[in-house]
């Protein structure tokens, strides 16, 4: 059976990750707090952050962007958005 955890994004239970997403306290707090689902989301939108603002991960101004966007976008706070993304929309069957 899978581990649930209280999701701080989407507020319920959900699945947990398998596995702290990287060592440390900020890791143990994700994997205590944040479904799996929500990290799938943000590694999707991280991938377009990076891409999209064409942010260079050797440095440090880059990578605490993206550390105040990832917590910003977890706790369902107001977080960037790649200028000009527009999601797909959903079919509704």
Same mark, same amino acid.
């Given at each position: 059976? $899978?581990?649930?955890? /209280?999701?701080?994004?989407? =507020? =319920? *239970? ?6 702290? #997403? /990287? #060592? ?6 994700? /994997? ?28 440090? $101004? ?10 910003? /976008?977890? $706790?369902?706070? $107001? ?7 527009? #999601? #797909? *929309? *959903?079919?509704?069957?």
């Amino acid at each position: 059976m $899978s581990r649930t955890v /209280f999701c701080r994004k989407y =507020q =319920q *239970e959900l699945e947990g990750l398998d596995t702290p #997403p /990287f #060592p440390g306290p900020k890791g143990q707090d994700i /994997f205590d707090h944040v479904s799996k689902k929500a990290w799938g989301e943000w590694m999707s939108h991280q991938t377009m952050l990076i891409n999209e603002k064409r942010l260079n991960m050797m440095e440090p $101004s880059s990578r605490a962007y993206l550390s105040e966007q990832m917590q910003k /976008f977890l $706790s369902g706070e $107001s977080y960037d958005e790649a200028e000009g993304y527009v #999601p #797909p *929309e *959903e079919k509704n069957d």
